[in-house]
């Protein structure tokens, strides 16, 4: 794991910019081939579905569309550990959400003159999740509790066919669909299936949703990028990232195993410890080296560690760290130190924050009530993760009776004299016609 010694450097925000890892992911690369996938989609529908699966998910599946049959055979066959664990993730993460959803309210600016502010939510939203190199009933979870406590009325959910299963969806994916009321689910992935929730597939019976929401490999990434303005997305997700803060009092032990635990999701995972001591850095070095000969996805986890998006980085002090954590704009950031809150004080931009030795991101990803469909890549630093706030859109409603009309016609005149733009003044104009 590579080193970047930053204590005796003063850099700006620029130079700090330009001094984080970061993998090399250029969705451009891939949006050729994403356009193709879905304009074959939007030409062909079903067929096309079917032919891109048996090339890109190795497996055809029986059908498209899945009977609710399964889905409801699915959720019976749940393993009983992990239906209470679903249970109790849906629970959370419902009443969390809720803490989102805002009131609608007035603002009265005279007699007879109120805007109100109110909030309504999609109408439809489709719901990727991925199937690669493993299995995300959570993200079924995160994305469909949140469209539900916004009050989306139609939800439909795609992922991938699995060669394991004949070409079926993930029966855990569609016994957590179940357990949510989720019945409209599709077996397809990628490019194609980011197409045919944006786009419809008439032959599936499948309606265009308004907004596609989700993470994706890179080339679903691309094909969001591709159908935004079509429909509204979250993000463009790319490989997961876990920034640690941590300090001489921080466990050496527990700050490599949450390293370690994300760096697992796949081989460009970014995991980065940021600290103002040399001796901690050296004690995680050597916990991670022996982690990673006894974990189960250890080959990936060590190409993930010696990538260049992952290092230990050498700072003159916490309030540098926090600045480095401010510029790198972490999907999860982690703080153990000392007095955690000090730090959170100075942090400007990340997904999620979690503090102190007993909020690892793992309880994140689960069970902790948070959303863990998070901004990667630097988004943090002007988006924010997945919400009841993703399916909501703020509306404000003008109501002005006669009177409050008519104290403010003459400024209307004014300002649309100004801008040359008489038509604007007539129409107010012509509600009062006794003063022309």
Do not use: C
């Not at 009131?103 to 999609?122: D, F, N």
């Not at 916990?287 to 060590?302: I, K, N, S, W, Y």
């Amino acid at each position: 794991m590579q080193t970047l010694d930053l204590r005796d450097l003063t850099p700006t925000r620029a130079d700090l910019s330009r001094l984080v890892p970061r993998a090399t992911m250029d969705v451009a690369v891939a949006t050729a081939t994403a356009a193709q996938l879905i304009d074959d989609v939007r030409d062909r529908g079903e067929v096309a579905l079917l032919e891109q699966a048996e090339r890109l998910d190795g497996v055809r599946p029986p059908h498209v569309r899945v009977h609710s049959g399964e889905i409801a055979l699915a959720m019976n066959r749940l393993d009983p550990a992990v239906r209470d664990a679903l249970e109790g993730a849906i629970e959370r993460v419902r009443l969390a959400t809720k803490a989102q959803v805002p009131q609608s309210t007035v603002t009265k600016l005279g007699a007879g003159a109120e805007v109100i502010q109110r909030w309504q939510p999609i109408a439809r939203v489709g719901l990727y999740v991925p199937g690669g190199k493993a299995v995300y009933p959570s993200s079924v979870v995160m994305n469909v509790v949140a469209a539900q406590v916004a009050g989306v009325a139609s939800i439909a959910l795609a992922s991938p066919p699995q060669s394991e299963f004949l070409g079926a969806v993930h029966p855990t994916i569609l016994g957590a669909a179940g357990l949510l009321g989720v019945d409209e689910v599709y077996a397809m992935g990628g490019a194609g299936a980011i197409g045919a929730l944006a786009y419809g597939v008439p032959g599936l019976s499948l309606d265009p949703v308004d907004v596609v929401t989700g993470p994706g490999n890179i080339y679903v990434a691309a094909a969001k990028r591709l159908v935004r303005g079509v429909v509204g997305i979250d993000s463009e997700a790319g490989p997961t990232e876990i920034l640690v803060i941590a300090d001489a009092t921080a466990n050496a032990a527990l700050v490599a195993a949450d390293l370690v635990s994300q760096a697992e999701h796949d081989e460009l995972a970014a995991a980065v410890l940021v600290t103002p001591s040399s001796e901690f850095a050296t004690a995680v070095a050597t916990e991670l080296d022996r982690l990673v000969a006894t974990t189960r996805h250890g080959d990936r986890v060590r190409e993930a560690l010696a990538g260049r998006q992952s290092a230990i980085v050498l700072v003159a002090d916490l309030v540098a760290a926090a600045a480095f954590s401010n510029a790198y704009g972490p999907e999860h950031l982690e703080i153990q130190t000392a007095e955690p809150g000090s730090v959170l004080d100075l942090i400007e931009s990340a997904g999620a924050i979690f503090l102190g030795e007993d909020s690892p991101v793992s309880l994140g990803d689960y069970l902790a009530g948070s959303n863990h469909v998070l901004p990667t890549g630097g988004q943090s630093r002007f988006a924010s993760g997945l919400g009841a706030y993703t399916f909501l859109r703020p509306q404000q409603v003008i109501r002005y009776d006669r009177a409050a009309l008519g104290e403010v016609a003459a400024r209307i005149r004014a300002l649309s004299t100004a801008e040359d733009l008489p038509a604007h003044g007539d129409a107010v104009a012509a509600r009062f016609p006794a003063d022309h």
